[in-house]
């Protein structure tokens, strides 16, 4: 059984920065096998990749939309992953949620890549 849970979301204003955090845990869940992932869901729309970080030592991949602004990292030994957000717009508002997927060919901007979903944390950007 693998738990992922997400803290630290929030209402900030436009320009603020926030930083989420995913705590992993499971028995048997060996943290540095999997790709970490950031989605997220706003009202009304579907969910959407913001970033993952594969592995320890991957290279990192951000959507378009938060490229330069958000920044993922991942702590294999605390089972951690975390989302810096800055210069946040209230087009950012919404549920993100983390999840993790085990190394594969399924590209990490697809939902269908992660087993694992933590609950989620709402952010809100208004002024």
């Known amino acids: 059984q693998v738990t992922l849970v997400e803290s630290g979301g929030g209402l900030v204003r436009p320009g603020d920065s926030l930083r989420l955090s995913c705590a992993a845990s499971?028995?048997?869940?060996?943290?540095?096998?999997?790709?970490m992932g950031w989605f997220r869901q706003a009202p009304g729309k579907e969910r959407e990749f913001v970033g993952s970080?594969?592995?320890?030592?991957?290279?990192?991949v951000y959507a378009d939309s938060v490229k330069g602004r958000f920044t993922i990292s991942r702590n294999d030994a605390n089972k951690m992953m975390y989302l810096q957000m800055g210069s946040l717009e209230p087009e950012d508002t919404a549920v993100y949620y983390c999840?993790?997927?085990?190394?594969?060919?399924?590209?990490?901007?697809?939902?269908?890549?992660?087993?694992?979903w933590g609950q989620g944390t709402q952010v809100t950007i208004s002024s």
């Open positions: 999840a993790a997927g085990l190394q594969s060919t399924v590209s990490v901007r697809s939902p269908r890549k992660y087993s694992y």
């Open positions: 499971g028995r048997t869940f060996t943290f540095s096998n999997y790709a």
């Open positions: 970080v594969p592995y320890s030592t991957g290279t990192s």
